[in-house]
């Protein structure tokens, strides 16, 4: 792979795999060390590209384990209070329910078991096909669908007993 071509079709998925790193890793930081790590190494490895079949899914792959690698080193990470939100999540034109809502949705996915929370929010959240998503975790589609699935009742099931909760204690 020629820098040209590395610049063109590496360098802008950068922007796609950012909200990968920063879900891992829990900081703007450290989330933009692990994409210029990954660029490095990929980089370095530019000629095997070209052998690639889905680059877009190895770059989330190679994302994935340099986050995985920064977690083993057991840096203590910057970690969001239960309560505090995240001004990175909101447009500014969100009503306040619908913060709320997405807050309440964020706590419920960090909730569930890690190979569900891993699935949904490649799925849910980057918009990853099921192929991209079973080359960057190694698990087969089919399971890739039962965790989704699972993920995505467990979601439902807990926000229904949150707000029939609410609509209950209003009364």
Same mark, same amino acid.
């Given at each position: 792979?020629?820098?040209? &071509? ?5 360098l802008p998925l950068?922007?796609n ?5 920063r879900?891992?890793?829990?900081a #703007?930081?450290l989330?933009? #060390?692990?994409i210029?790590q990954?660029?490095m190494?990929?980089w370095?490895?530019?000629r ?18 340099v ?30 329910? &619908?913060q ?5 949705v ?11 929370? &891993?699935?949904?929010?490649?799925r849910?959240?980057?918009g990853?096909?099921? #192929?991209e998503?079973?080359e960057?975790?190694?698990?087969d ?16 099931e ?8 609410e609509?209950?204690?209003k009364e």
């Amino acid at each position: 792979m020629t820098e040209t &071509e590395f610049k063109t079709n590496v360098l802008p998925l950068g922007r796609n795999v950012y909200p990968l790193a920063r879900r891992m890793l829990g900081a #703007d930081g450290l989330a933009q #060390d692990a994409i210029q790590q990954s660029m490095m190494k990929l980089w370095e490895s530019r000629r095997q590209l070209d052998h690639c079949s889905n680059l877009k899914a190895f770059v989330f792959r190679v994302v994935r384990n340099v986050c995985l690698d920064e977690l083993k080193k057991k840096k203590p990470l910057p970690v969001e209070e239960p309560g505090m939100l995240s001004t990175h999540s909101f447009r500014f034109d969100q009503s306040h329910e &619908e913060q709320e809502m997405v807050a309440i949705v964020k706590q419920i996915i960090n909730s569930l078991a890690e190979n569900q929370r &891993e699935v949904i929010q490649l799925r849910d959240i980057d918009g990853l096909e099921f #192929d991209e998503i079973a080359e960057i975790t190694a698990i087969d589609i089919a399971y890739i669908r039962v965790l989704l699935s699972r993920a995505r009742k467990t979601v439902k099931e807990k926000l229904e007993k949150i707000y029939a909760y609410e609509t209950i204690r209003k009364e």
